[in-house]
């Protein structure tokens, strides 16, 4: 069955320092796409990266990044340059290709403290 | 920009009570999602919608139902609410035949607080 798994319920960072989020996952279907979504304690869920199974690279947008490794089955989000407002949950989410409904599998999420 | 709206941010209601969580998107997007959020489960799907008067139960509809008359507005019900349902609830959009790398949209939740 699918499955996202996100091991780290807490994480702290200095600011301007980079931090890694972690995420792995588990599908048979060889078509799928992964999304990270940022939520900050007034609770909206704002999306902020994706990568797809069959993409080459590993997704980019403005400082956030995506380590891609298919082998391994994760897609860990990293954060450049971390900001006092980068302080919210993280959720890793995964979207397989078979569906046309849009449906996501949500991970646990991760807790990220910037600390100045 | 898709919008999709939450009608109460916080709710508090009594042990027993019908309570109803409504959510409207402006996009005519086909599927609509039910979501219960809560500390180290994240967002657990409890029911979604592909079309009107159609639904699909979740990982855990135990203890809900929901109602899908109009395209638009996609409610959730529970039907005599207890304590261990008091949590944050969250309500996404999806248009079908979307690139597959466009993601849900959500609404800004709604904190529920059953006493």
């Known amino acids: 069955a699918q499955k996202i798994t996100q091991t780290q319920p807490g994480m702290f960072v200095q600011e301007k320092e980079a931090v890694t989020l972690d995420c792995t996952y588990d599908?048979?279907?060889?078509?799928?796409?992964l999304f990270w979504y940022k939520q900050p304690s007034s609770g909206e869920m704002i999306f902020l990266i994706y990568?797809?199974?069959?993409?080459?690279q590993n997704a980019t947008e403005g400082r956030y990044s995506l380590n891609f490794q298919k082998a391994r089955k994760s897609a860990n989000l990293v954060i450049s340059a971390s900001q006092l407002g980068d302080s919210a949950m993280y959720f890793c989410?995964?979207?397989?290709?078979?569906?046309?409904?849009?449906?996501?599998?949500f991970g646990q999420g991760t807790t990220l403290q910037v600390k100045p | 920009d898709v919008k999709v709206t939450q009608s109460s941010r916080y709710l508090v209601k009594r042990t027993g009570e019908k309570v109803f969580l409504e959510c409207v998107q402006d996009?005519?997007?086909?599927?609509m999602f039910w979501y219960r959020q809560d500390p180290g489960l994240g967002l657990r799907l409890i029911y979604f919608?592909?079309?009107?008067?159609?639904?699909e139960k979740g990982d855990i509809p135990e203890g809900y139902s929901v109602s899908r008359e109009k395209k638009e507005r996609f409610s959730l019900i529970l039907e005599s609410a207890s304590t261990n349902q008091t949590s944050m609830y969250l309500c996404?959009?999806?248009?079908?035949?979307?690139?597959?790398?466009?993601?849900?949209?959500f609404g800004d939740g709604t904190r529920l607080s059953i006493l």
């Open positions: 996009m005519d997007h086909e599927n």
């Open positions: 599908t048979s279907d060889p078509s799928y796409g």
């Open positions: 919608s592909y079309d009107v008067k159609m639904k």
């Open positions: 989410a995964m979207r397989e290709g078979s569906s046309n409904t849009g449906k996501l599998i």
């Open positions: 990568q797809g199974s069959y993409d080459q």
């Open positions: 996404a959009s999806y248009r079908t035949g979307t690139p597959f790398n466009q993601p849900q949209h």
